[in-house]
Structures are given as C-alpha cells and as structure tokens.
C-alpha cells in the first residue's frame, strides 16, 4: 500500500527545486505580503489633511482648533478665509476635513449660551472619514461635560466611562492584520500551487504517461500534495516570525495547537486546489478558478472587513470559505491566547471541509483521458 | 491460442456523434511486431488508448496479456509499456532522475532498481547522458529514453504511438533494431507508424481508415489487398479514399 507515494513526492521536491520562479513565489509571497499589509494597511484613519476658517481669531478659538488636532486624527495643512476656498480646497482634495469656527464663537463661549464649530469631512470614503468623525464629537462632549461640571460647581465627572480594549490594547492594525495574513498566505499560494500541479501535466502531456502505470489515484494525489504541506508550514513560520519581530505581533497561545490547526487548514486548501485541477483542463482556467475564490476569500473571511457588519445572506456565505473559521482560530489562539475548548466548532469545521474536499477531488479525478 | 498477446474483438469508442474506432477485431501473436497504419484520424490512437486502459471502449472488448481492459484496466497497466505520440517524460528531471521516478513507480527498489537501470541503460546507449536534462536532448534521444521507461518493468506487452515522429533516420533505425530485439526475446510490440519503411518492417500490418479496419497481413499481402503496387501506393490509394 502507497508503495509508489515516496518515489511521487520524490520527483515533485525536484521538480519544485528546478522551478526557479515558483519557488522564489512561493518563498517570497509570504514575505511581500506581510510588508505590504503590515505597513501599509491602517484601518485606522489618522491625520487627515484639514483646513480652518477661524472667523473668531481668539485665544478661546486657538484652544478648539489645538484640542482637535491633538486628537491625532486632524492635520492642519492651512488656514483659510472663508466657505470659497474651503470648498476649493475640498475640491482639489488638498484637504478632507475642515474646522469652521465663526466669529461669535469665543463670545457665545464666554456668555454661557451655546457656541458652534463645524467640523466636515470628506466622506466618499467612509472609512476614513470615521475616525475624524468620532474624534470631533468626543472631544465636543468631552469639552462639553468639563464646561458643565465646573458650572454645576463639580470637580469630577458624575460617571466616568473606562475603556479598557482587550486583546490589543494598542488598537494596532498589525495585531488584526498580521494573523490573517497567515490564512491569507496559505489560501494563496496553496490552491493556486495545487490547481496547477496536476494541470500542469496534463498540459505537457506527462499525466498520460503517469496514468498507464499502475500508479493508483489516491497516491498520485497525495504524492501531489504532500511536498506543499511542507512549503505551507515554511510559509506560516516565515509570516510569523517576520510579525514578531517586525511588527511586534503578540503570540500568547499554544504554538502546538496553533501548527495542528494550521495543518489541517493546508490539507484543506490543497484539497481545493486538487479539487479545483481536476475539474480544469488548461492552467489558464486553473488560474481563473483560484482567484474566483480568491477574492471572496480577502472580502468575506473578515480578513479585512468585520463580518458582523456583514448581511446575514453574506455572514453565511462567508462560511462557506474555509478561511473564515480558520481566521477566527489564528486570532483566538495568537491574540487571545484560548484553546481548543473555545475554539473547537471552529476546528471541527475546518476537518468536516477537508473530509469533504478530499472526497470531492477523489471522486473527481479519474485515471483516464476522458 | 496461448500465444495470443493483444485479443481485439469488435472494438467500438464514440466520442459523441463521432465513431473514433468501428467493430475493430484482430489479433496479435506473442513476439510479433505489429503495425497500425493509417492517416491521421483514422483510429489508430484511440484503439491504442483503449487497450492501455486511457480510454473505455464504447462496446467490444480486448484482452492484453490475458487481462481484461474494460474490466481490470489497473491490472493490464502492469503488464504493458506505452510510449506515447508526445514526449510524455518530465522535461524537468534528468535521464537518471526520469528512470528512477519510473522505476519507483514501477515498484523497483534498491539494488534491484540499479540492476535494471543498468541493463536498459546499456541496452539503449543512454550511458553518457544520464545528468542531462530531458529537455536538453535530441528527438532520437528523447525517444530512446520514453522507451526506457516503459521498458523498466519488462512488459510482455509495448505499445508504442508514432514513435519516430521527429526523429532522424539514423535514429529511426536503430530504434526498429532495439524493437527487434526485444521481440526475439518475446515481447509483443504494437506501433503505429506512417513512415512506409518502418511499416515494411512489421511482421503483420493492419491497415485502418475512418476506424474501421480496411486491411490485414503480412506488408505485401496488405499491399496487395489495398490495390497498389507497394505499400506506399496502398497508403495514398487510402488516404485519397479517405479524402473523398
């Protein structure tokens, strides 16, 4: 039984070797994306260009605008004279925020009646606008409460909300982002890897010499997929080390479960990628058929964005990726630091998908030409 | 009859309205070279398939080696070897590296796979090649290598698909000695061919045209049956048929 398993994954180790370009994807990858998404991505908005009209020009108008930008999420690039050339400077999107301040402000201030400011934002992109947003109305009730509380002859506030954000008390993105890049590396590289490999011989004529040996099915497959467990567990190492290091991405759980899920998560995508070959016939379609999941996989997964504020039609079929649940079990276990007994209907999932998937590529591939 | 290699009985394969191969039956002798000629899309390749166990035939049956294809396809694929139309070895690997990954697939291990590495590499004079890289070779050497491996596991039964396209005639000849060879030693050898040379070289030829089976026999006895003087006049009386 699988006498022929080694001599398959023998040749596939040298062809990989003799494969300059794939390896250096498969080995690079990794590394790109982490940099890319670990410096670049900040889901958190901070210092947005932002122009003032300060009609008050007073010591009590000077305070506002200061204790705005102090915020973090303001950075005043000019001050300007009048609605005009704030708009136009929205308009050249030399700014996208603007604290307006009009002249009766520092008197209404003083008489205790209420005084206005306005703070506006560019909000054709909502995400970005949303931290300016909440920065300007805390810092309004802030001010707001102090002014009242000294009025009503306080020295303390009657309630003091703490927040204490759990987990990830910095709200670093790289803390969210780093974990899932994991899911994201491996779903990557390894359907599309495998999609190709057994297209690629089918292509080049060699699976037609492989097929009239009395090599079985189930040992090419395996032969197939067993050298990309390894290149996977390389891969998921390489993302996390590279986290640790360079951005300072807590690993508080059981690295032993962490590898164990991990496995069968690479099983799971290599049993997509084989599923997803044997349904193909040239490694064009192979290529097209990995990125029609692929997509699905950054957007639905809550790689990126929180699936709560997801459609309940959408929630569910982010279910039905396997890095969806695989994304919850890296998170839980490296920011978390939880075990199996919190995240077992996670893991459960993920082995129902690679029972599944195997079934399905078996069952698929068939050792003929038809 | 013992001595039957290849049984073929009323071979069918449709692939959709399209009849690739026709109520095909003949039989093929243990140690007999045997050619299949015949102008592209004539059958020849699908017949081959089928009796590799590639292909299921739509209706009929042969046995090879005494082995059912339709019924024990896996079975029949330890007793045949195959080269097919194309290179099918991996471009990538070495001659060395070819023939062991096929030698392990074939089950050979350790001293045993050495042995016969061996053999076959003195048999076909691929000594000072082996650290070349498939896709450095010549046709005729790429081709010495195919047989190779299919050789490894010393198949009663070679099946051999238009081997000697691309390859030059030194080549070529050598290859028909190395065929021969083998069949003084017992081994049934069926090829395709359309090079009217290489099928004077046959033992017993089969003639096909649109999958049906048109003519059989010795090289002049199929000659004769087709209507022309040679066999290359039988293949143009037959491709002109063919084209009409």
Redesign the interface.
């Given at each position: 039984m699988m006498?022929?398993l080694?001599?398959?994954v023998?040749?596939e180790f040298?062809?990989m070797r003799?494969?300059r370009l794939t390896l250096g994807l498969m080995f690079g990858v990794p590394v790109a994306q982490l940099l890319m998404f670990g410096f670049a991505i900040q889901t958190d908005v901070r210092h947005i260009p932002t122009v003032v009209v300060d009609e008050s020009r007073t010591p009590a108008s000077r305070d506002i605008i200061a204790a705005l930008e102090n915020t973090g999420s303001f950075r005043i690039v000019a001050h300007v004279d009048g609605r005009p050339a704030l708009d136009a400077a929205f308009a050249r999107g030399d700014a996208q925020a603007a604290i307006v301040i009009p002249n009766d402000y520092s008197r209404n201030v003083g008489r205790g009646s209420t005084a206005t400011i306005q703070v506006i934002v560019d909000a054709s992109d909502p995400l970005s606008s949303q931290s300016a947003l909440a920065a300007a109305a805390g810092l309004g009730q802030a001010r707001n409460l102090t002014i009242l509380a000294a009025a009503a002859g306080r020295t303390s506030l009657p309630i003091d909300v703490r927040i204490r954000p759990r987990y990830n008390p910095g709200l670093r993105s790289p803390n969210y982002i780093v974990p899932g890049l994991v899911g994201l590396v491996l779903t990557m590289t390894m359907v599309l890897i495998t999609a190709m490999a057994i297209v690629r011989e089918r292509e080049?004529?060699?699976l037609?010499?492989?097929?009239?040996?009395?090599?079985?099915k189930t040992e090419l497959m395996l032969g197939k997929i067993a050298p990309y467990i390894g290149v996977g567990l390389f891969q998921m190492t390489a993302v996390l080390i590279l986290g640790r290091f360079v951005f300072d991405v807590p690993l508080v759980g059981s690295l032993w479960l962490l590898y164990g899920v991990s496995l069968v998560f690479i099983v799971v995508s290599l049993s997509l990628g084989l599923y997803i070959s044997a349904l193909v016939q040239t490694q064009q379609q192979a290529i097209q058929l990995s990125f029609f999941f692929m997509l699905p996989s950054i957007l639905l997964s809550g790689f990126m964005f929180p699936r709560q504020a997801m459609p309940e039609f959408f929630q569910w079929l982010g279910l039905l990726l396997p890095i969806t649940p695989f994304l919850e079990v890296l998170r839980g276990i490296l920011l978390k630091g939880v075990g199996l007994e919190a995240l077992w209907p996670q893991t459960l999932l993920l082995a129902g998908f690679a029972v599944g998937l195997i079934t399905l590529a078996v069952r698929r591939f068939h050792?003929?030409?038809? | 009859m013992t001595d039957v290699a290849v049984d073929i009985r009323e071979l069918t394969r449709r692939?959709g309205a399209l009849t690739a191969v026709s109520q095909l039956t003949l039989q093929i002798a243990r140690g007999e070279v045997f050619g299949l000629l015949g102008p592209n899309g004539s059958g020849k390749t699908t017949t081959i398939?089928m009796l590799?166990?590639?292909?299921?035939p739509t209706s009929g049956g042969a046995t090879v080696a005494g082995i059912d294809v339709s019924t024990a396809?896996?079975r029949v694929?330890?007793r045949?070897g195959?080269m097919?139309q194309?290179?099918?070895?991996?471009?990538?690997?070495t001659v060395a590296?070819n023939l062991?990954?096929?030698?392990?697939?074939?089950?050979l291990r350790g001293a045993a796979q050495a042995t016969r590495l061996a053999e076959l590499v003195a048999f076909l004079g691929l000594g000072d090649r082996m650290h070349q890289l498939a896709a450095q070779l010549s046709g005729g050497w790429k081709q010495r290598l195919?047989l190779g491996?299919a050789l490894l596991h010393q198949p009663p039964v070679l099946f051999l698909d238009e081997p000697t396209a691309g390859v030059d005639p030194a080549a070529r000849r050598s290859f028909w000695s190395a065929i021969h060879d083998l069949a003084r030693r017992g081994t049934t050898v069926l090829v395709t061919t359309h090079y009217m040379d290489e099928a004077e070289r046959c033992d017993r030829l089969a003639m096909m045209s649109l999958g049906h089976l048109i003519a059989l026999g010795s090289p002049a006895e199929v000659a004769q049956q087709v209507g022309g003087k040679t066999l290359e006049d039988a293949f143009i009386i037959l491709q002109e048929r063919d084209e009409r």
């Open positions: 006498t022929r080694w001599p398959m023998r040749k040298l062809q003799r494969d080049r004529g060699t037609e010499q492989l097929i009239v040996t009395p090599i079985t050792k003929t030409l038809d | 692939f398939r590799c166990g590639l292909l299921d396809p896996e694929k330890t045949i195959y097919s194309r290179f099918g070895l991996y471009e990538d690997l590296e062991q990954f096929y030698g392990g697939i074939y089950g195919a491996c």
